[in-house]
């Protein structure tokens, strides 16, 4: 018998609904937030207030496009966190009406773990370029990164992750200081295609283990621009594109160095990536010359499922259905809450 799930998404500034059918992807919906533009970041007490515009027509609008009936779903899964209480709380919410409306089991979904879980997706039933477990995932998104060891769907283990700011941080927050608007992560990528990677050198972080530190390169980026700036009131725009491009080098470079440490010390050759990070061209790049080069097996998301999406809601939801994993009606939002 099939499972139908309906997945909701509304931690940060995506409202996103989705319909999978077993792991089949029926629908995806996500409605951005432009309004957090013009302020440099997300603010919270706007953002929640547009989820609550958008949530009735995301979810309406992912129902039609996946050609179903609501009485067709099985269960409703909700992102319960880590994320934006005002946000959390209209998806939370809006799931825990719905769910009761139509009696169906609620379902509650740890945001990280979504994140991985977006390689199960199947975007069509002949899609099986899963990753099998044990693997190893690089989370990097604006909030995270993070080393995990999955050996399970429900068994993630946190190898190492950032002690400071995370990886979309430090190229969100280098942006803003080039005045490139908000979220500098993609603007970066663009810029640095016509760069020189070697323009400029940073401080890369000292820190045992598997964990990162990304705080110190954002200082030793404002450092260099003070600097230069001193000398040539133009210089971000002379040399916007080098700034880009060194950035990002050194970004991939923290990134893989630890993720390599990783794999040698586990022997999992299996690696996978995740977050809003693993849409960056570089980071891509990096993964396909490090399959090339210590033969690993690498799992790239398809670019709709690295930033918030509902679909990797659903199938996190789909796995816990079939454990009859379900949430009661009281179950609150957590703000913070690890893997
Ligand atoms: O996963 P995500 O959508 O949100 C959470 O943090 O949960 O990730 C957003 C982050 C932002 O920091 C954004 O700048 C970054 O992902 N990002 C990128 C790229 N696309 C998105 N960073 C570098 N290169 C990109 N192409």
């Known amino acids: 018998?099939?499972?139908?799930?309906l997945g909701i998404e509304s931690s940060c500034d995506d409202t996103s609904a989705a319909v999978i059918r077993d792991r089949v992807m029926l629908s995806n919906v996500i409605a951005s937030q432009a309004v957090h533009e013009a302020f440099g970041g997300v603010v919270p007490e706007l953002a929640s207030?547009?989820?609550?515009?958008?949530?009735?027509?995301?979810v309406s609008e992912a129902i039609r496009r996946a050609g179903i009936d609501k009485k067709e779903i099985d269960a409703l899964a909700f992102t319960r966190g880590p994320g934006l209480m005002g946000s959390l709380l209209v998806g939370t919410s809006f799931a825990k009406g719905f769910a009761t409306a139509l009696g169906i089991p609620l379902i509650d979904v740890n945001h990280l773990q979504a994140h991985v879980m977006a390689h199960f997706i199947k975007v069509d039933a002949d899609d099986n370029a899963q990753p099998s477990c044990p693997f190893l995932c690089l989370l990097v998104s604006g909030g995270n990164s993070q080393i995990i060891k999955v050996k399970s769907y429900k068994e993630m283990e946190v190898l190492g992750q950032t002690i400071d700011d995370a990886a979309g941080e430090a190229f969100?927050?280098?942006a803003k200081v080039m005045g490139l608007g908000y979220p500098g992560g993609p603007v970066i990528d663009r810029l640095a295609k016509e760069g020189d990677p070697k323009a400029f050198s940073f401080n890369k972080p000292h820190i045992a283990g598997y964990d990162y530190?990304?705080?110190?390169?954002?200082?030793?980026?404002?450092?260099?621009?003070?600097?230069e700036l001193k000398k040539n009131p133009d210089f971000i725009s002379e040399r916007?594109?080098?700034?880009?491009?060194?950035?990002?080098a050194t970004i991939v470079e923290i990134l893989m160095d630890k993720l390599r440490k990783a794999v040698k010390d586990t022997g999992i050759r299996e690696v996978a990536v995740a977050g809003g990070v693993s849409a960056n061209s570089a980071v891509r790049q990096a993964f396909e010359d490090h399959a090339a080069r210590y033969g690993w097996r690498v799992h790239l998301p398809r670019f709709s499922f690295t930033t918030d999406n509902?679909?990797?809601v659903a199938v996190t939801g789909y796995y816990k259905y079939l454990d009859k994993d379900f949430?009661?009606?009281?179950l609150p939002p957590f703000a913070r809450v690890e893997l």
């Open 1 to 5: 018998m099939s499972v139908t799930i």
């Open 240 to 248: 916007k594109n080098d700034l880009c491009a060194s950035l990002q």
């Open 310 to 312: 509902a679909a990797m």
């Open 327 to 330: 949430c009661s009606l009281d």
């Open 49 to 58: 207030r547009a989820h609550q515009q958008n949530i009735i027509p995301v």
């Open 213 to 227: 530190s990304f705080s110190g390169l954002k200082t030793s980026f404002l450092y260099l621009l003070r600097d």
């Open 172 to 174: 969100d927050k280098c």
